[in-house]
């Protein structure tokens, strides 16, 4: 079993950063494969990245190369994504999720879910 919990959301102008963090329980955390999710009103959630267990190999959605990066510290049990030249159309709420098999490619391979956390970007 494990617990994801998405802090580091708020609100920021256009341009500017945020990292968010994803923080798991468990003692196997480093066997599971670790996703950011994003969710915008009246849509369907969508893939943003994705990182290995041993931090080794990670995915971006296109739309986001280039401006964040996904990154993990197992001794901490955390994820983060640091998020770059943000524009308003990242807004949305963002979620982490864990994936029990490698390299996974679809929503349906990630077990376990967070509440999200809100990404609001002005213009």
């Known amino acids: 079993q494990v617990q994801l919990v998405e802090s580091g959301g708020g609100l920021v102008q256009a341009g500017g950063s945020l990292r968010l963090s994803c923080v798991a329980s468990?003692?196997?955390?480093?066997?599971?494969?670790i996703g950011w999710f994003l969710q915008a009103p009246g849509k369907e959630r969508e893939f943003v990245a994705r990182v290995s267990g041993n931090a080794g190999v990670t995915a971006y959605v296109d739309s986001v190369k280039g401006r964040f990066t996904i990154s993990r510290d197992n001794a901490k049990r955390t994820v983060y994504l640091q998020m770059n030249s943000l524009k308003p159309e990242d807004t949305a709420v963002y979620y982490c999720?864990?994936?029990?098999?490698?390299?996974?490619?679809?929503?349906?391979?990630?077990?376990?879910w967070g509440q999200g956390t809100q990404v609001t970007v002005s213009s």
């Open positions: 999720a864990a994936a029990g098999v490698l390299y996974p490619t679809s929503e349906s391979q990630y077990n376990y």
């Open positions: 468990g003692r196997t955390f480093s066997s599971y494969d």
